[in-house]
C-alpha cells in the first residue's frame, strides 16, 4: 500500500502488472559473458532491440549502451562501477565522435562531432541531429589556435521527420508520463538529440599539428522501471572532445564536447538513485602556446518522474 506520502511501495509493485512482459527474462550483464546474444565489446553491449526484463542487472564495470531503444523492466539494478547509457560517441584525438542515424526502434539520432584540422586555418562545424532545436543542447566550439585559426562551432538541431513524430505519438508521452503541458511539448518536439562539437583551429607554424575533434552528442533515452536501484550511472552525455597534438612550434585548439541528449525516466519506487544525468560531453585540451581548450557541450533534456504505477 502507499506510504504516508502517498507514494507506492515495494508492496505495491506487482511484477504481472510492471511496464512490459518481462519476455527477456531476468539478465545479468557483467561485460565478459554473451548474454540475450549479445557479445561485449570491451565491457560494452550494444543493444540491438528493446529489452523487456523482470530483473536487469548491469555488473561490475559493464556497459549497456541502449543506443536507439526502450529500457522496460521490473527491477533495475546498476553496480557502482556499471552504466546504462544513451551516450554520443566520444572524439579521439583528430577523429570525431560519429554521426549516428536516425533509426532502431525510437528513430532518435545524434549529431556528430567535426573532424580535427591538420592544416593552419580555423576548426570545422559539428553535424546536426536533425532534432528539434527545442532540444536546447548544442554542441561545443573548439578551442582557438591563436589568431584568426578560431575553433569550429558546435552545431545544434534542426526538423523531426514524419517517421520520428510518429513512433514517439506511438510511445504516447505525453498521456502516459503526466507531466506539465511544456514537457509534454517539447519531448513531443525534440525525441533527438542535440548537435556534435566543433574541431579546434590549427596552426602548423614550423612543427605540425592536428587539432582535437569534437564529440558525438547525446541520444534520447526511455527507461520504465518498477524499482530502480541505481549505485552506478544512467546517463544520455555529450561525447568528449578530443584533445590537439603539435610537434615543434605547431599550435592547435582542443575538440568541443557533444551536447547531451533527452533521457526519460518513469519508475514507481527508487532503492538508489545513483548519477543520472545528460551532462554536455567535456571539451578536448589544446596543444602548443596558444592552442586553447575546447568548449564543453551543453547539457541535454532530463525528465525524471517518481509516481504510482499508471492505472
Known sequence: MPDMAGRATVDDINPARS???QTDGSPTFDGTTVVLGYTPTSGKYTLTAPLFCNKLTISGTAEVWAHQYT??????????GAALTWDGNDAAAGVQGATIAAGGQTFSASGGGAVGVAITGVGTAGSGSGGDKITGSAGGAG???GGANTGGAGNNTAALTANQIREFRRQGWANRLRVTSATETTFGLAPNGGGGGGSGGCNTGTGSATSGAGGGAGLVGTLRVGILENYGRV???GGNGGD???TGAGVAGGGGGGAGGALHIECDKVIAEGTIDVAGGTPGAGAGTGGL???AGTDGLLVF???GRPG
Do not use: E, I, K
Not at 523492466?73 to 546498476?78: A, D, G, I, P, T
Open 19 to 21: 511496464f512490459c512482459d
Open 293 to 295: 581548450v575546447g568548449v
Open 71 to 80: 529500457v522496460d523492466c521490473y527491477h533495475l539494478s546498476v553496480a557502482s
Open 235 to 237: 546517463t544520455s552525455r
Open 305 to 307: 518522474l517518481v509516481a
Open 244 to 246: 590537439a597534438a603539435v
Open 143 to 145: 578551442g582557438t589556435a
